[in-house]
């Protein structure tokens, strides 16, 4: 991609209300633009951003097993009314009405909708475990929608729904949950403390909150620094590894406000190991038994013909929040580097031109086609503006890798700088094998 051509429109004023980073770098960048309060339009830069963290989601999902269906945004009143959470929801659900009159609704969750398609397919134990997840957008009429796409009303949402005949299994298919957040997290570049929540409307008795250390979160939290020395690739998906794994992080003290008591932590944790700060909510699992499928008769036969309820759980990654925690994550200094999982290109090329000097530009233009041919996905900054404009901008749009082509270059060694190091004389050829590693995605089509 040309820079010239990429339609981002940078932007220099800065409305009031964008009081976190976040929230400014994706207006100055132009990821995002608003259309209403707390709704947005995804521009290039930015939804080709959350498009990369989408599939990292749905890979780690895929990894164990999940089926990946869609389900529409807008559900009917109904199966609401059926659960008893169509009043219980509260303001927070944008309730329409078609034209027959009949009261529908734009999902801020799936749990209805994926029980009443469970509940008319599967009538066996033999079907059992299910692990179902979609990525659809979500609505909820937040009282106060703020911080750009952290908290807003219209948001991206991967849902997934286990079903399992015992709460034991049940526990299995919830751990599996677990390893594959942390593992989407770790993908992501990003740290997320798993932590002991409460089930609040969607009720149950077993749920964790995935919280990534920031000081503009909204959640306080209290844990042990320790949790962050285990080490993932010691556990694997069988089920002994995912029970283990999930004591040894719930054994480290680990908690939102909501289930703080101060004497428990200092109890159990040692004044140098204390994490007292804010944190970004990223992902939240529940297990909630028959919560839905008793209200809603999801029936199956057990293995002596008996009818028992499903038991289910629910398990949510905001995948457009993650656009924002991320920038929270790795945006200091005005400098934004992206993870390079999900960097929106793997390098730029930065040519030293003018009307009258085009020499450099040229050459930009022959490394950009090489490395194209390697199926490295390369951003060639052909705007004509001095370069230490360009090392600002560039500074902000946060591509991880700089092939800068200027005074400094001969015909085949140019500065390769990586965002926050250094630049070096790196051979054409280094440049190419160094930016080949990275390869942590299957390539994206333009
Ligand atoms: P919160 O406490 O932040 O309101 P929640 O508990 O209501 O979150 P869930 O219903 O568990 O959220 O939704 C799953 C995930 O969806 C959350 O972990 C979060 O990452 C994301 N999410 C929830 N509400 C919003 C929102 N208004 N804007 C953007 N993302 C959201
Ligand atoms: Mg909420």
Redesign the pocket.
């Known amino acids: 991609m040309h820079l010239s051509k990429l339609f981002i429109p940078l932007t220099k004023d800065l409305p009031a209300e964008a009081k976190i980073k976040s929230h400014q770098l994706m207006l100055r960048t132009g990821m995002i633009k608003q259309s209403s309060a707390?709704i947005y339009s995804w521009l290039p830069l930015g939804y080709k951003i959350m498009k990369k963290i989408e599939q990292i989601v749905r890979e780690e999902q895929d990894i164990i097993g999940a089926q990946e269906m869609l389900m529409p945004t807008i559900q009917s009143a109904e199966i609401w009314k059926e659960s008893g959470r169509y009043n219980d929801y509260g303001e927070e659900m944008l309730r329409i009405k078609d034209r027959q009159g009949r009261e529908m609704l734009y999902g801020?969750?799936n749990e209805e909708l994926i029980t009443d398609i469970f509940r008319s397919s599967v009538k066996s134990y033999k079907s059992l475990p299910q692990l179902l997840y979609h990525i659809q957008w979500?609505f909820?009429d937040?009282i106060r929608?703020r911080f750009g796409?952290?908290?807003?009303?219209e948001?991206y949402?991967k849902?997934s729904y286990s079903f399992d005949l015992s709460d034991e299994e049940a526990k299995k298919s919830y751990n599996k949950i677990f390893y594959s957040y942390l593992k989407t997290f770790q993908r992501l570049g990003l740290k997320a403390i798993p932590m002991s929540a409460d089930t609040?409307p969607?009720g149950g008795d077993l749920s964790h909150?995935?919280i990534i250390l920031a000081e503009t979160g909204?959640?306080q939290i209290f844990a042990d620094k320790r949790i962050f020395e285990i080490n993932l690739n010691n556990y694997d998906l069988t089920e002994g590894s995912l029970k283990k794994m999930r004591e040894d992080f719930t054994n480290i003290y680990a908690v939102t406000d909501d289930k703080y008591n101060e004497k428990e932590f200092k109890e159990k944790v040692s004044k140098e190991n204390q994490i007292i700060t804010k944190g970004i909510?990223?992902?939240?699992i529940?297990y909630f038994g028959d919560k839905y499928s008793k209200p809603m008769n999801c029936l199956i036969d057990d293995k002596n013909g008996k009818k028992t309820t499903v038991k289910m759980g629910s398990y949510?990654?905001?995948v457009?929040?993650?656009v924002g925690a991320t920038i929270e994550a790795n945006y200091n200094n005005e400098v934004m580097k992206w993870p390079k999982s999900i960097a929106p290109f793997d390098a730029v090329i930065i040519p030293s031109f003018n009307k009258n000097n085009q020499e450099y530009l040229k050459k930009a233009h022959k490394i950009y086609e090489d490395l194209k041919n390697q199926n490295i996905d390369v951003l060639l900054d052909d705007v004509d503006e001095s370069m230490s404009n360009k090392f600002k901008k560039h500074d902000l749009i946060g591509v991880p890798y700089q092939i800068i082509v200027g005074s400094k270059s001969d015909n085949n060694n140019f500065e390769f700088k990586e965002l926050n190091s250094d630049s070096k004389m790196l051979n054409f050829e280094n440049i190419k094998s160094e930016l080949k590693k990275l390869n942590c995605l299957p390539k994206q089509k333009d």
């Open positions: 707390g801020p969750t979500k909820r937040e929608p796409v952290m908290r807003c009303k948001f949402m849902d609040g969607i909150e995935f909204e959640s909510e990223v992902g939240h529940f949510g990654i905001g457009s929040r993650l």
